[in-house]
């Protein structure tokens, strides 16, 4: 089902973990149907660029796989870039997934997404 | 190392069956319905393993038809069944756990007008034969419930129910698919009107299976054609299969005794150790009424597909019962229905061990499972890795 | 001598098959469904043999759908396909030369209030694609006309008629289990939405099959369950089986130019000789559009199963289109529907050759032939042995 | 689909051919049904006893095999006695028909009837 690239990946996620102070954390799904992703960022206020990013995912190996290559790409971008960042390019750097688990792509997106908003609301002071 | 716990989905060919099936290939290649020589010596093999199948289950031969595996057994034995009924209104009873062989079929059933009651197991996974007596009703057609579960092993009072279902004039159907490796069965004792069996599933070979049919009982037939199999089931009747099945079938029941001793002894060595050794781990179904090679637990905080797919990356094969496992949104229905919350169900594995896993194996998995648990709960949102804790929020 | 003229029935499994298939027995016998790697071992053959087979078929993969026969991919594409229409009325056109694999299937069909066309052959066996064009009614949802028939291997206008369904918007569906070996058919070209082959016939392993099922074109299941073949027919996939066939349609795609050269010349050699020197023998079917294995002939006065049999006796094998060979009251169907009168259809043989089939087997069936003959004849009560002359009375 | 002995008397049938002289001959079954059976009985007028019997069979191994049996079970025996035989015993004598084969052996037991009906016709007078 998962091609190698996948199986490559989750076998060595990149950014596991979280930030303790982190400026943005996002964090959608439901347990209850199998997964949570939980994405951390640490921002430049300055130039509003993302220097760093990190994620914890209660998931199958493609929300994990997922979770690695999104927090990979986000890492250097300034925000409006990494709000740019789609599901399908997950899938892009992925080379491919099911189509039963594309949903997983989606949840990175909206993960970076959430975080990014997360950050917004901190900063224009909420 | 390799190591296969992946028995019930399907267990590896027996070198003796491979060896019973290899002159049917090319040597004794005849069509069966052929009048010839070739023809008549392929029948010869067929009728023996006809006669073989029957005899171990207590059954007449011309009882045993063969099809292409459990899942064409169980759409006949249902559809069959049904539509073969005079009944106006037509009703059936079935298990809530029952294989999707069975559970799309009746879905199917539904659609063409047809009632089904789905009859609810405690948390242990067992039907109660009491809970089937009360769901009788006037047009009920037929009880059709598993003898054992595929996913967490429970043996079901089959004999209680076909008890039931004979008193009450109403046809029974089993699906033994996965009990046949280790429970005997005798059709007649079980009072069973109609059995499913797949040939993969006791180190026979895939594409092949059988549905016996108590002489009397009438079916609408699924496949329509030749003149085979007693002209309930069209098609060339499969030579090498069908002996293949037959020997595995007999070997199956000739170290029965041995293999579930050997079996049980390691399941009940995997779970308890598990049990002790890894926090927050659950046994999922009961420990008495248990297929002796079945062992199927959820381990809280993380995602089953990828405890699946962390211990393969150690050679390790299991399956799981998580949705993402299957491509649906829902996990197991069968986790769901033993009372096991979503969140646990999404974390199960089922461990289906086979006559060959050795304890060297069973130790390297629990091993291989306990870094696999840690690795997973060190990614996870839902447990704190410095108090080694963790909560569903 | 073993002479083997029954290849139309089943024939032998190609060594080269048999040791593709061999290591998904014991050694690759993972799941394919499962997400570990001997599951995905498994599926990578699979997918490779779905590929392969596409090609060879002009298909798209995800077009292949693997069954376990013709048997089942004629019932499954004819009531499928009946079922998924939502025309209040419902209308097919079939031949009256199909196999019982479709001819039972549109018996069953027509209980459920399918009205089915059934198209006339010529004396020769071939379905004239006009007869078709005038027999589509407002209310048509299926033409199935055979690419070859198995009986006296008349080759049908199939390009024509996938032409004619497509300007009419209605679906059509070939079994193509006789012809496949010798005639090389492209989906697209020939406008066919639905073909069925069975690997048995071109000396892959029984109990295996496709129905190719173009994209876009939907069919209601027959086989409920788990989520094979892209969920739209349930059971464990056949590794080992699929592999084989996948081989053994390479290979007849491969040597098919030259097995049919070598064949037909045999053929041609059989029919000439057999007419020259046996009085009273008739050949069923036309000379062209002929599969190159096909002799079917009758012989005056006798009748087939005691030429069948006696051919036996001499280990020549081949089949008879008598209806005491199988069974029923009626002789073939297929020969009358040539318009040979029925006491001649009571009299016909059919030699299908083989690849390997040499010429010094054909002159030896041949000899036997011409004794087994008189033999008959000598007993019986419809030819006088002294003036050499029979009459029916 | 038959048996050794089935096949084995289809082989080797005996009494096959005409008695020209027959004192009784029988015919039953037609072409289009794919089965004629022709029966040939001499008789001892005056012990009322089969003496010879042979047959014509267009048809079966089924067929020719149970000619062969039928007519072999006839000789020496009284016309009363060989009305006597049913097609149980031509199917005993060969250990089994396939179900559809059955026919066969009634055939013979009609042959053998016809021919013996023949014979009382002549003796009769007619
Ligand atoms: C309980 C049960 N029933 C039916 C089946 C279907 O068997 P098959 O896939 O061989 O048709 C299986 C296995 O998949 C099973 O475990
Ligand atoms: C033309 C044709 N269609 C269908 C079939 C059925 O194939 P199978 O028996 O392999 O299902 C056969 C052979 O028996 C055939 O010759």
Request: proline share 3%.
């Given at each position: 089902?998962?091609?190698d690239?996948?199986l ?10 979280e ?6 954390v996002?964090?959608?799904?439901n347990?209850?149907?199998?997964d ?11 130039k ?30 300034t ?24 949903h ?15 950050y917004?609301?901190?900063?224009s002071?909420k | ?6 028995n ?30 070739f023809?008549?010596?392929a ?5 023996e ?9 207590g ?80 047009d ?7 003898t ?45 009107d ?9 180190h ?33 009747t ?9 020997k ?14 050997h079996?049980?002894e ?10 002790n050794?890894?926090?927050?781990s659950y ?29 393969d990356l150690?050679g ?14 829902e ?23 086979g ?7 069973i130790?390297?998995?629990?091993e ?16 704190n ?9």
């Amino acid at each position: 089902m998962y091609n190698d690239k996948v199986l490559d990946i989750f076998a060595n996620p990149k950014n596991v973990g979280e930030i303790k102070d982190a400026d943005g954390v996002g964090t959608v799904g439901n347990a209850s149907c199998g997964d949570i992703m939980q994405v951390y960022l640490k921002i430049d206020r300055e130039k509003g660029i993302i220097t760093d990013a990190k994620f914890k995912t209660f998931g199958c190996a493609a929300a994990i796989a997922s979770s690695s290559v999104a927090t990979e790409m986000v890492k250097g971008k300034t925000i409006e870039e990494a709000l740019k960042i789609r599901n399908a390019d997950v899938v892009e750097t992925l080379e491919g997934l099911p189509p039963q688990k594309i949903h997983c792509s989606v949840l990175a997106e909206e993960a970076i997404a959430e975080a990014i908003k997360d950050y917004q609301k901190k900063v224009s002071g909420k | 190392m390799k190591v296969y716990l992946d028995n019930s989905a399907t267990t590896a060919v027996d070198k003796e069956v491979l060896d019973a099936m290899l002159p049917y290939f090319c040597e004794i290649y005849g069509n069966p319905s052929s009048l010839h020589a070739f023809g008549r010596n392929a029948q010869k093999a067929v009728d023996e393993a006809r006669a073989k199948i029957a005899s171990i289950l207590g059954a007449k031969a011309s009882e045993i038809y063969f099809t292409s595996g459990a899942t064409e057994s169980n759409n006949w034995a249902l559809k069959g069944a049904i539509r073969a009924s005079k009944n106006a209104k037509k009703h059936m009873i079935t298990s809530a756990i029952e294989h999707p062989a069975i559970m799309d079929t009746c879905h199917e059933l539904e659609k063409e007008g047809v009632e089904v009651t789905y009859i609810k197991v405690n948390h242990e996974g067992i039907v109660n034969p009491e809970d089937i007596r009360a769901a009788i009703r006037e047009d009920t057609v037929l009880i059709s419930i598993m003898t054992a579960n595929n996913e967490m092993g429970a043996i079901q009072p089959i004999a209680e129910i076909g008890k039931i279902a004979r008193d009450e004039g109403i046809l029974f159907h089993t699906d033994a698919v996965q009990a046949i490796e280790s429970q005997p069965i005798n059709v007649d004792n079980m009072n069973i009107d109609m059995l499913s069996l797949s040939a993969h599933k006791f180190h026979g070979p895939k594409g092949i299976g059988i549905l016996y049919i108590r002489s009397g009982v009438r079916l609408d037939k699924l496949i329509h054609g030749g003149h085979q199999e007693r002209r309930q089931r069209a098609g060339t009747t499969n030579t090498p299969l069908i002996v293949g099945m037959a020997k595995a079938l007999e070997i199956c029941a000739r170290d029965r005794d041995r293999n579930n001793r050997h079996m049980s002894e390691l399941r009940d060595y995997f779970i308890d150790r598990v049990l002790n050794e890894v926090p927050y781990s659950y046994l999922n179904g009961g420990r008495e009424k248990r297929l002796p090679n079945n062992v199927n637990m959820s381990f809280g905080f993380i995602e089953g597909e990828s405890i699946l797919m962390t211990l393969d990356l150690k050679g390790i094969a299991v399956s799981s019962g998580s949705a993402c496992s299957s491509g649906s949104l829902e996990p197991s229905h069968v986790i769901l229905a033993l009372g096991v919350r979503e969140e646990l169900a999404h974390s199960s594995i089922r461990f289906s061990l086979g006559r060959d896993t050795t304890k060297e194996e069973i130790d390297y998995t629990i091993e291989t499972l306990k870094e696999t648990v840690d690795r997973l709960r060190g990614m996870s949102p839902l447990f704190n890795v410095e108090k080694g804790t963790g909560s569903y929020v």
